[in-house]
Structures are given as structure tokens and as C-alpha cells.
């Protein structure tokens, strides 16, 4: 499994301001598109494209007017990668069938593995969910031969 581009980009842009923000203590600072694009080497319209759907999904929220621009929607502890991906690409399912209304398997009447599906979608949720967006902002943990195995 891997995720999609876009759900990457959404993971290094929401790690961008979650460092900025906490730069300037307690999650106030704002920070504006531009800046994280500059910041994530990201192309602007890419960027704007991800703040709009992390701030649909309540991760990011806009302040207007004088010192306005982007900020957390809640803390970077209380913000899982399971919430981004999400943002970006709907609900988490291995499987396409096991998204609620979708019918285009041709295995579907006969299937035995779909009922099991929601089983690992929910394993695979439970565990990005365990990982909070201030993982990210951390230094990179060294790798050791038992890592790369």
C-alpha cells in the first residue's frame, strides 16, 4: 500500500505549520499558503488545493484580517495522520468494496474476503490514527538494521 501524492503533500504541509505555529508558542501564529509552499518546496496552487480540503475537514482554520492567515484547527497532538490522509482522500479502505455504495467488483455476489474488509480498514485506521502530527515534527528516528528488515 502507498499513499497518494496528494496525501503525502497534505502530511508535509500540515507538518510545515505545525512547526511554524509552534515556533511562536501556544498554536497562534499564522502562516499564509505562500509561506508553506516556500517552506515545503510545494507549488503554490498544489498548496492552496490541500488548505482548502484540510480546512473543510477542520484541520486547518483561516483567521482574516491584520496578522491573519493559517493556523492549526487544534493542536498538533490532537491532529493524527489518519485525520490527513483522510482530508484528502475520503475514508480508509484497502479494498473498494468495502466503502459503503460502491458496487463495481465483478467478485462481489460470490466474494468470502469482502465481509472482512471493514476488519483491516479499521486495524490500518487505529494505527496511523496512533500517530499524532507532532511525530512528525521530531527529529527522524535512526535506523537500525531491525528498522530495515
Not at 16 to 45: F, I, M, Y
Request: glycine share 8%; proline share 7%.
Amino acid at each position: 500500500m502507498r499513499l497518494s501524492s496528494m496525501a503525502d503533500y497534505a502530511v508535509v504541509t500540515m507538518t510545515a505549520a505545525a512547526r511554524h505555529c509552534g515556533r511562536h508558542g501556544a498554536g497562534e501564529a499564522r502562516v499564509s499558503a505562500q509561506q508553506l509552499a516556500d517552506e515545503t518546496g510545494l507549488p503554490v496552487p498544489t498548496v492552496q488545493k490541500l488548505v482548502s480540503k484540510l480546512s473543510a475537514a477542520g484541520l486547518l482554520k483561516s483567521v482574516r484580517g491584520l496578522g491573519g492567515g493559517l493556523k492549526l484547527a487544534r493542536p498538533a497532538a490532537a491532529i493524527s495522520l489518519a485525520d490527513i490522509v483522510e482530508a484528502v482522500e475520503g475514508p480508509i479502505a484497502m479494498a473498494p468494496c468495502s466503502l459503503h455504495g460502491r458496487h463495481d467488483c465483478t467478485l462481489e455476489a460470490d466474494c468470502t474476503v469482502r465481509p472482512h474488509w471493514p476488519m483491516v480498514d479499521a486495524a490500518l485506521r487505529g494505527a496511523l490514527a496512533g500517530v499524532p502530527l507532532t511525530q512528525f515534527s521530531r527529529p527522524a528516528p535512526v535506523a537500525t538494521p531491525e528498522m530495515t528488515a
